[in-house]
């Protein structure tokens, strides 16, 4: 029973769309606005549960006192009081919560993107190498792109760079993307088909306690 | 000269020289011109097309990770619907802070100008979770998904949710975008409905929106600082206010114009550290070959 009533709704809500997009029909069309309505609570519902995942993972290193367990302190005052400000005030315009967002969350995030330029700097000095045609190949597309990103590239080429860095994004790039986007789309559709039918069951976990 | 020294310079000086390279445009700026490029007079031209009887959507699907690239992007996008006089739908779907940026955007941008009226110009309608069951229900509907808007206000009296029931009255999707929520933007609501979606994205996502673009499924598409820095260009070349104000220098100082400045620099750094790693390289290589032909 643990496992047939969710195989079944599973068939039922994942079947649902397709019938309602292949068949004009409106009371197929109502029922299945009412299973978009139903999705958006649903998916709210994924919030709560990673929150409790967030404590439950960082009260755990607390107490066994795992390598950085001070960060878990950190993390978990900061869970705290903005949802404290949150819950009180709302996450809307409340002076509070926004101004602990733009002055705490929003540079320390941006800190830590702003870290790449560093990484990318570095690594790029140390692991990109011609060391073979295809290599080679992506090395120049690279700095091609690059300078096609900035003025600079322009300024030294009399403006043929951008069109060219324009070119290889809109034709090598966009069809290598293009192969990558149908690939995952057929790769999400057998997917789903194996859990519609209940093929693939991993979702409802080991059916251990 | 030993290659092989070289090829392991401690890494301390590579951002030394990173961190310098940013420093210097952020202290003196150096102003390098910026020439726009077609995906993104796409957007600007077909929001000059709008005015007071269109209404937008404007997504900020993006976090304060990638605050430095989209916000100049935002606020060139939001100016220039203001200038127009064209209703603005503020929404967010990102869950790690969109509607705060939101908030933080749209607040600002609305206060430089005069006569525009919340709730009659523009709404800021909130965050809501479940992006592409949320961008379904609003081709019903965008008032029964949203509501009331970020303050919990009922949005059933505003003026501007009238002229914007559903997709139907949208004229353009702009969706400022990390991550996929974009994609979602471009393979649902162009796809399944037809509005015509426009996303501005970091750089470093700006490939796979390509392949979107090239099919005609986006509008536009405004990928990273440079994508902003050639919108401002635009705004300021057409726009007088546009150009008195980014001439402020607090304004000047976060435009995606300013920022180019930064990126061109550690670009060529960058650009600099590669060729410079291969020449080593490859003097590395015959260094070691003539050791042992010796």
Known sequence: MRRTIPLALTFIVGLYPILAFFVPDVRIAHANDWLDEALVIVAAFALPLGTVNVIMTNTSKLKKKARGWQYSIVLLAGLAIMAIYGLIGGTGVDPKFQWMFVNMVSPLQSTMFALLSFYVASAAYRAFRARNVEATILLIAAIIVMMGRIPFGDMITGGRMTPLSEWIMSIPNAAAQRGIIIGAALGAASMSIRIILGIETTYLGSGKD | ?294
């Open chain 2, 1 to 294: 000269m030993n290659a092989k020294k070289l090829l392991n310079v401690d890494r301390r000086v590579i951002y030394l020289l990173v961190a310098i390279g940013a420093l210097i445009p952020i202290i003196r700026p150096i102003g390098l011109p910026t020439v726009p490029t077609e995906p993104v007079w796409k957007l600007f031209n077909k929001i000059e097309e709008l005015g007071p009887d269109d209404a937008v959507i404007i997504s900020f699907d993006y976090g304060p990770s990638s605050e430095p690239e989209l916000n100049p992007m935002a606020q060139a996008i939001l100016r220039h619907c203001f200038a127009r006089r064209v209703k603005v739908l503020v929404m967010a779907l990102f869950p790690l802070g969109g509607v705060n940026m939101a908030i933080d955007q749209l607040d600002g941008i609305a206060d430089e100008f005069e006569g525009l009226e919340y709730g009659v110009d523009y709404v800021n309608l909130g965050y809501k979770d479940g992006a592409q069951a949320a961008m379904k229900r609003m081709d019903i509907s965008i008032q029964a998904l949203f509501p009331t808007d970020v303050n919990g206000d009922p949005v059933d009296d505003m003026p501007v949710m009238t002229g914007a029931r559903n997709y139907d009255d949208i004229s353009v999707v702009i969706s400022l975008a990390t991550g996929i929520i974009g994609e979602y933007w471009v393979n649902l609501v162009n796809a399944q409905f037809g509005v015509p979606v426009a996303v501005g994205c970091t750089a470093v996502s700006a490939p796979k929106y390509y392949a979107y673009l090239r099919a005609g499924q986006m509008m536009s598409m405004l990928g990273g600082l440079k994508g902003g820095s050639e919108y401002e260009k635009l705004l300021v070349d057409k726009y007088d206010f546009a150009r008195e104000l980014y001439e402020e220098p607090d304004v000047k100082a976060r435009s995606a114009m300013a920022g180019m400045d930064v990126q061109s620099i550690v670009h060529m750094i960058i650009i600099f550290f590669i060729i410079f790693g291969n020449a080593m390289y490859f003097l590395m290589k015959k260094q070691e070959k003539e050791e042992k032909e010796r």
